[in-house]
């Protein structure tokens, strides 16, 4: 796993980590890579500059997202920084933050 100073760094208590293989398929974008990422899963307060995992609907998204002041989201894929997306105020109120990915290993083959 990761020593105490990486996760001291991360500003993660090791109790509330997990690790989630994503296949390549499973986000939306789809990533170019399937990744196993690191989540702090008591962390779910979204803010900038931090990506976390998100389930929309089913639909994982691998993102940074900003609160907007209607309610919604703009979720900004974490890999792929072309690719926004406006989420409404239903569906963000509908959204499950899993937790803040704060390493991810891209499994390249």
Same mark, same amino acid.
Request: hydrophobic share 40%; charged share 35%.
């Given at each position: 796993m990761l020593s105490r100073q990486d996760? =001291?760094?991360s500003g993660v208590d090791q109790a509330n980590i997990r690790k989630m293989r994503l296949a390549k398929h499973m986000? /939306?974008?789809a990533m170019p890579f399937d990744a196993e990422v690191l989540l702090d899963c =008591? !962390? &779910? /307060?979204? /803010?900038?500059? =931090? #990506?976390?995992?998100? +389930?929309i609907g089913g639909a994982l998204r691998f993102a940074?997202?900003?609160l907007l002041p209607s309610g919604g989201m703009n979720l900004q894929a974490a890999? !792929?920084?072309?690719h926004s997306e406006m989420? +409404?105020?239903? #569906? #963000?109120? &509908?959204a499950l933050v899993i937790g803040r990915a704060f390493r991810? +290993?891209?499994?390249?083959g």
């Open positions: 996760l =001291e760094r986000t /939306r974008p =008591e !962390d &779910k /307060r979204l /803010r900038p500059g =931090e #990506a976390f995992i998100i +389930d940074f997202a900003a890999y !792929d920084l072309t989420v +409404d105020a239903c #569906a #963000a109120g &509908k991810v +290993d891209w499994l390249t």
